[in-house]
């Protein structure tokens, strides 16, 4: 099988563009393609990236599920568990595992609710 070469007809529009246009061009593309991606890191998570922050935080696995857990169960998931435990670790004046463990015990999360009464937020 052989490949017709249309490289040159594809180019064309190219032709008369500078080595600048070319460079402006291309990182034109790669914003496109790139925006998106970007967006949705902002925008979306999964209990699986959330428990991978937490592990890398300092938590056990079955820790990680819990904190997620409750996260998901209370709608702050979207904040990022990882920054749940931090504004909990901040506002309670605990280490990072002290109030990861706190909000695992935790049975009312109405305070912790609060915190985050303006929406998600990009930190």
């Not at 291309?26 to 937490?54: H, N, Q």
């Not at 997620?68 to 990882?82: K, N, Q, R, S, W």
């Amino acid at each position: 099988m052989k490949r017709p070469d249309d490289y040159k007809a594809r180019a064309a529009h190219l032709a008369d563009l500078s080595d600048e246009q070319l460079h402006a061009r291309f990182w034109e593309l790669a914003k496109t393609l790139t925006d998106p991606l970007l967006r949705m890191g902002w925008e979306y998570t999964t209990p699986s990236i959330e428990r991978s922050v937490l592990l890398r935080m300092g938590f056990s696995s079955l820790e990680c599920k819990a904190i997620v857990d409750g996260c998901l169960e209370h709608g702050l998931l979207g904040h990022g568990a990882g920054h749940v435990v931090y504004k909990a670790s901040k506002t309670w004046d605990l280490g990072i595992r002290e109030a990861g463990l706190k909000l695992i015990s935790l049975e009312n999360w109405d305070e912790v609710k609060t915190w985050f009464k303006g929406g998600l937020q990009h930190v």
